[in-house]
């Protein structure tokens, strides 16, 4: 379904964007077969559980560690999978089953080694939005948002639930402690890329033993001592009194006290919360601006440290008793998730621009594929993963402004030589960050002949609080700023085409191409936004409830409260302003950033003289199935094409 017409073709050069990928190209690079990391019964180390199948039809499977490859667990009833877990024991599988596009779905569970008649059993735990699950021998305890409230249930083995807690917010739900009497959770009043309040629940009656608030706690002190020579320490802030952020990381195997991050303005420390006691700081300055996760050693000795530092990952054993690390691989690309197998051996998911995910290990076993060989294999085998279709280069950079320096990569064919046509990919989010991680989306343009920049502008995670929280309470505008600030600079280098820069993204990287366009609109020769936000005050009345607390979070009130603020913020504002020609794609189920508001951008821009393809198609807030995304790339790269051939560039 489409509003109009999708934009024209425009004659191109052999070397030209918009040749190197087409037809089956582009979905091809959607494709592929992919592995999670394993999950291991901790009681019982010989069995395991990964996902694994293309986007969209993910399958539970069981591996023996040791073994040729995971055996399927479950038949075509399952497709839609997100998560799966096992338990303590290894007797029972659990998984999350989407029963639409939104997310939304039930979780079921069936034993280990089914019977070949065992039936396929939901959980009594309601449909909704899994926000996390926790499984041990026995029981388990599953969170699921429905609407604005989520609910945390406790369940047994047989399927049987009880509810333990209730919050009118979003929780994200952590894990049992090794006597399964504790859980924790974190309620979130700023959507999940803004730690929250810290609760430990009693699992039998869901009473809340102890919290942590964000200000209920100093921040890390300036005498903590760093773990490595290059790592900044952070400061006390005058009294030592600011608010910081905690996040719990993992349960101690043996005691029940919380390993947590403690975030202040300028870093992290690791800390130690026991629920009964208090909290103390370890007084160790960690070498990273975000730690993501830590998990124990089998030993109980040494922690597994996953870290980000200037939005690159990186793996560390920490050993708390000497306050002392050890890297581990990789060097390059990017680590997805990292976890420690009951043998002590470090298994990550690994993947880089030009590079597919693997599941391997540190000393360099990797995870394998179903092959035709494997007879445990049914039904038949996925076919191979289709290679990425060239090479790409990544470089880092940073640009300085007088508020810190605006992270980023580029991303190109190797040899690329002169200013070059460039797509701004702006990520979305805006809790998230860009790093050197397979992005079909990005191998897609480079194959097809543009360069890529990604841009973390403030907002993004993964260079330090400070940064994250540097756009709070004026959304949009800052972005933007920094984006722009990024393109003059790459232009200024012989990076980037002037007169052919483009801008694209999906959910708020889209509303940031839509915000930019209008606002900095000499710069842009074409913009196309995938699920927007593009009339900011009529898309927070479409809105469900849970986005309408994220943007009360960001802009520091609700429309009425704060009008000012989105009518800056909108991209309706600068609609007028607008001169590039404009592609967006909604979709008619989207309760995040509905299509009534981008048909009300759409209209204020062609009644200012803009050019607009408005395609609507049955989808909600984005899509998942790979021909679907292909498709959607295709009018992209093709609109951004005839932009490039224009006879007559942006003035």
Not at 484 to 511: I, K, N, P, T
Request: proline share 9%; aromatic share 6%; net charge neutral.
């Amino acid at each position: 379904m489409s509003d109009d017409d999708a934009p024209g073709h425009g004659a191109a050069g052999d070397d030209a964007p918009g040749q190197g990928v087409a037809g089956d190209g582009i979905e091809a690079l959607f494709g592929g077969v992919f592995w999670t990391l394993p999950q291991w019964a901790a009681c019982e180390p010989a069995r395991a559980v990964v996902l694994s199948g293309a986007p969209g039809d993910r399958q539970v499977h069981l591996w023996t560690p040791g073994s040729r490859a995971p055996r399927r667990l479950l038949a075509a009833p399952a497709t839609g999978v997100t998560q799966a877990r096992i338990s303590r024991d290894g007797e029972q599988v659990w998984w999350f089953r989407r029963e639409g596009e939104e997310g939304a779905g039930r979780w079921w569970s069936v034993p280990y080694d089914p019977a070949a008649d065992a039936p396929l059993r939901p959980v009594e735990v309601p449909a909704g939005t899994p926000r996390g699950a926790s499984v041990g021998s026995g029981m388990a305890v599953l969170a699921v948002a429905r609407g604005a409230v989520t609910e945390v249930y406790r369940v047994d083995a047989t399927g049987r639930c009880r509810l333990i807690h209730k919050a009118e917010r979003t929780v994200t739900l952590g894990e049992l402690n090794a006597s399964q009497s504790r859980i924790w959770l974190t309620e979130h009043s700023g959507g999940q890329g803004h730690p929250g309040r810290l609760i430990v629940l009693g699992t039998e009656d869901g009473h809340q033993e102890a919290a942590l608030t964000p200000e209920s706690h100093p921040s890390p002190t300036a005498d903590a001592t760093p773990l490595t020579a290059d790592a900044t320490p952070p400061t006390a802030g005058g009294s030592g009194a600011t608010p910081s952020s905690v996040a719990a990381l993992s349960w101690h195997p043996h005691a029940d006290t919380l390993t947590i991050r403690v975030d202040g303005p300028d870093g992290a420390v690791l800390g130690t919360w026991d629920p009964r006691r208090g909290m103390r700081c370890e007084g160790t300055r960690l070498p990273a601006d975000d730690i993501v996760s830590a998990a124990w050693f089998p030993d109980a000795r040494r922690l597994l440290l996953h870290t980000t530092r200037r939005g690159r990952s990186h793996l560390h054993g920490y050993d708390p008793a000497t306050a002392t690390t050890r890297t581990l691989g990789p060097s390059h690309g990017h680590v997805d998730a990292a976890c420690v197998a009951p043998d002590g051996r470090v298994w990550l998911r690994w993947s880089a621009a030009a590079h597919r995910p693997r599941v391997r290990t540190t000393d360099g076993e990797v995870l394998p594929h179903p092959t035709p060989a494997c007879p445990d294999t049914s039904p038949p085998p996925v076919p191979p993963v289709p290679p990425v279709p060239l090479a790409i280069d990544t470089r880092h950079f940073k640009v300085d402004r007088p508020y810190g320096p605006v992270p980023g990569l580029v991303k190109s064919r190797p040899g690329q030589q002169g200013s070059a046509t460039t797509v701004f990919c702006l990520h979305g989010g805006p809790a998230t960050h860009d790093k050197d991680t397979w992005d079909p989306t990005v191998a897609a343009l480079v194959a097809a002949g543009f360069t890529v920049v990604q841009v973390n502008y403030r907002g993004s995670t993964g260079h330090g609080r400070r940064w994250r929280d540097a756009a709070l309470h004026d959304p949009g505008l800052a972005e933007a700023e920094d984006i722009l600030a990024v393109r003059d600079h790459l232009v200024a280098d012989g990076v980037v085409d002037a007169r052919r820069s483009f801008l694209y993204g999906s959910s708020w990287g889209g509303y940031l191409a839509l915000l930019c366009a209008g606002t900095s609109p000499r710069s842009w020769a074409g913009a196309a936004a995938e699920a927007p936000v593009a009339d900011y005050i009529m898309a927070y009345d479409d809105e469900v409830d849970e986005a309408k607390a994220f943007d009360r979070f960001l802009f520091g009130g609700s429309p009425v409260e704060v009008p000012e603020r989105y009518r800056r913020a909108s991209p309706l504002t600068y609609a007028h302003r607008v001169r590039c020609p404009v592609l967006i794609i909604s979709g008619l189920r989207d309760t995040g950033c509905s299509v009534r508001q981008a048909r009300s951008y759409s209209e204020a821009l062609r009644q200012a003289g803009g050019t607009v393809a408005h395609h609507v198609c049955d989808m909600g807030h984005g899509t998942s199935d790979p021909r679907r995304r292909a498709a959607h790339l295709r009018l992209v790269v093709d609109h951004f094409t005839a932009a490039a051939h224009a006879s007559v560039p942006p003035a």
